[in-house]
Structure formats: C-alpha cells, structure tokens
C-alpha cells in the first residue's frame, strides 16, 4: 500500500536534521554536516517546508517553535498535558466520561479547539471529524484498529466491575474508556491514552 500520511515527509527530515543524514548527498563538507546539526538551522528548514506546503510563515515558525520546546522536554510535556486533561473529566466533564465508559461505540475526545472541548464521539465520528490516513491526516487506520481493540479491552473491565458491584455495592472496581488527544501542529500525530477512574455513585445511581 502506498504510503500517504502526511507525516512520513517530517520523518524522514527531522532523521536528516537531527541526525546530520543526507540522503541525497554523502559527501557533504565538514562545514555543511555542523550546519545540519545546528537546531536553529533545523528549524528554519523546518518553517521552509511548512511554507512550501502552504502554511503561512507566521503558523509555520509558531508551530516549529512549540514543536521544539516539545521535544525538547517531551516527558514533562507530556506529564502536563495528562494532567490537564485528566483534571477536566475528574470535574466539568465527570458525567460525560462516566457515560462513556459503558458504551461500547464511543471514545472520548480531547480537543482544545472545539466547544466543548471534551466530547464522546463514536469512532465513525471520530474518522470524519479528524481525517484518518492520507495526505492532511494525524493518524493512521492502524491507530483506529489499535484505539477499537483497547476500547474492547476497557469496556470488558468496565463491565466486569459493573457485574462485581451488582453483588458487592461497596465494591469500587475500575472503569475505562481510551480518549483521542487532538493534535492541531502539523508536526505532531494525535495520540491516545486510556482514563480509567473508580464507579463512582453518580454512575451507580443512573443504572438504577
């Protein structure tokens, strides 16, 4: 199958940058491999290539910069992202998540763009709201494959811990759901994660 996903250009450069590969060119001078090494000289080729495929140089040299300041403490970003995330479906969206945790045809959704900017969309809407493989997407069909098998998995647990309170209502077992955390810089893919979170009354009392 021919590879389409936007992404694997931005693959392929940022091995070239970073790295100091050049395909094209193995002989490249000693001054030319330091230049390619050069992270401010990575980021200029990286806001050229953005402009060349039709961003503006404004959007282009925003997205490289957060794309950047990313990578260069992904696990502290990412840290705070979840928190972030976590802290609106422990509260304003509690209800919403509690919801989707039974519901076999939904996942959640993080977008901090929409209003709202968490929702429960079904995996059908999920692909037509955010394009799935091609040219202009930020994930691929595997993803989707990958999201369906998990939200099988967590709805098994969440079901499980149902049936286990059914005849233990003190029990708090875990219920899960997998959530799509939206990615608007052309540089970065979606991702998931999976919230989990204990039955909670609420949830208890809506089954009743």
Not at 7 to 20: A, V
Not at 171 to 194: D, F, I, K, M, Q
């Given at each position: 199958?021919?590879?389409?996903?936007?992404?694997?250009?931005?693959?392929?450069?940022?091995?070239?940058?970073?790295?100091?590969?050049?395909?094209?060119?193995?002989?490249?001078t000693?001054?030319?491999?330091?230049?390619?090494?050069?992270?401010?000289?990575?980021?200029?080729?990286?806001?050229e290539?953005?402009?060349?495929?039709?961003?503006?140089?404004?959007?282009?040299k925003?997205?490289?910069?957060?794309?950047?300041?990313?990578?260069?403490?992904?696990?502290?970003?990412?840290?705070?992202?979840?928190?972030?995330?976590?802290?609106?479906?422990?509260?304003?969206?509690?209800?919403?998540?509690?919801?989707?945790?039974?519901?076999?045809?939904?996942?959640l959704?993080?977008?901090?763009?929409?209003?709202?900017?968490?929702?429960?969309?079904?995996f059908?809407?999920?692909?037509?709201r955010?394009k799935?493989?091609?040219?202009g997407?930020?994930?691929?069909?595997?993803?989707?494959?990958?999201?369906?098998?998990?939200?099988?998995?967590?709805?098994?647990?969440?079901?499980?811990s149902?049936?286990?309170?059914e005849?233990?209502?003190?029990?708090?077992?875990?219920?899960?759901?997998?959530?799509?955390?939206?990615?608007?810089?052309?540089l970065?893919?979606?991702?998931?994660?999976?919230?989990?979170?204990?039955?909670?009354?609420?949830?208890?009392?809506?089954?009743?």
């Amino acid at each position: 199958m021919e590879d389409t996903d936007n992404l694997s250009w931005l693959d392929d450069l940022i091995d070239e940058l970073m790295n100091g590969e050049d395909t094209e060119d193995t002989e490249d001078t000693e001054e030319e491999k330091e230049e390619a090494l050069d992270p401010a000289k990575a980021q200029e080729r990286l806001v050229e290539e953005l402009v060349a495929q039709g961003s503006t140089p404004e959007d282009a040299k925003k997205w490289v910069a957060e794309f950047s300041s990313y990578n260069a403490d992904e696990v502290e970003h990412l840290k705070a992202d979840n928190d972030e995330f976590l802290a609106l479906v422990d509260a304003p969206f509690k209800v919403l998540r509690d919801d989707t945790f039974p519901d076999p045809r939904r996942l959640l959704v993080w977008d901090r763009l929409a209003t709202p900017s968490v929702q429960a969309l079904t995996f059908e809407e999920a692909v037509e709201r955010y394009k799935c493989g091609g040219a202009g997407s930020r994930w691929v069909p595997e993803d989707l494959e990958t999201l369906k098998e998990v939200k099988r998995e967590c709805l098994e647990e969440t079901l499980a811990s149902y049936a286990k309170q059914e005849k233990d209502p003190d029990y708090e077992g875990l219920c899960s759901t997998p959530a799509l955390v939206v990615s608007h810089n052309p540089l970065t893919a979606h991702r998931w994660c999976v919230v989990k979170a204990c039955l909670s009354p609420e949830a208890r009392g809506a089954r009743q």
